[in-house]
């Protein structure tokens, strides 16, 4: 596609109910990195893929948060047993295989009620 | 050493006026550091990007100036334009080792007509 798309755009959930973000990269990045923007706040780092290489988990909070990219193209991002706390815009990038320029999705607004 | 340190938090500009958001980091290991620009309810888009073996990068009204020795770099828009009002976010990156970006916690700029 033109550009790195995500869905949905919008989540409400309530309190403890799992969530699925999804992430389509630029055709032909195999970097892929997710972020998340929560409310006035900078980007924190969750998890990067590159290419068939193992992910850098590094960046998730908790072990509720996994994610994981199939094919080299598409990747979802799961939040088990969602907490108020997991309310924020989750962002998707992606990247040529040794550029560090990264382009984003216009991101994920996650609510949990 | 992660860290990237922004200022200042929110700025307010006349139309015409130069507008300067500062960075600092701690990790020599980075050598990418680019900024990026964020409109309300879209996700952020590289602006401008620079590496350490310049001290300035100019492209049309926005330009980066880098200071290796004192780990800074500053963004400074000419003319700044309604149009730019944004937040604007800085980051760096590193080309071995981690390669996800490290953002600054980002600058609301308001410029007013």
């Known amino acids: 596609g033109a550009g790195v798309s995500q869905s949905p755009s919008n989540k409400v959930t309530e309190k403890g109910k799992d969530v699925e973000l999804r992430c389509d990269p630029i055709?032909?990045?195999?970097?892929l990195y997710w972020y998340r923007q929560s409310l006035g706040q900078g980007l924190e780092f969750l998890i990067y893929?590159?290419?068939?290489?193992?992910?850098?988990k590094s960046g998730l909070p908790s072990d509720r948060f996994s994610a994981e990219r199939t094919g080299g193209s598409v990747s979802t991002l799961t939040i088990q047993r969602t907490q108020q706390e997991d309310s924020a815009v989750y962002l998707c990038?992606?990247?040529?295989?040794?550029?560090?320029?990264?382009?984003f999705g216009q991101g994920t607004r996650l609510t949990v009620v | 050493q992660q860290q990237v340190k922004q200022s200042p938090q929110s700025l307010i500009v006349q139309k015409g006026g130069i507008s300067i958001i500062n960075c600092a980091y701690e990790?020599?290991?980075?050598?990418?550091f680019p900024w990026y620009q964020q409109f309300p309810g879209k996700g952020p888009a590289l602006l401008i990007a620079?590496?350490?073996?310049?001290s300035e990068k100019k492209e049309g009204r926005f330009t980066i100036s880098f200071n290796k020795s004192a780990k800074q770099f500053s963004l400074h828009i000419m003319d700044s334009q309604p149009g730019d009002s944004a937040t604007y976010f800085c980051?760096?990156?590193?080309?071995?080792?981690?390669?996800?970006?490290?953002f600054g916690s980002g600058t609301r700029l308001q410029v007013q007509p």
């Open positions: 990038a992606s990247s040529l295989s040794h550029s560090q320029m990264a382009f």
């Open positions: 055709s032909g990045h195999t970097a």
């Open positions: 893929f590159q290419g068939n290489s193992a992910p850098d």
């Open positions: 990790n020599t290991a980075f050598d990418y």
């Open positions: 620079i590496r350490p073996d310049v």
């Open positions: 980051a760096a990156g590193m080309d071995t080792g981690r390669r996800a970006l490290t």
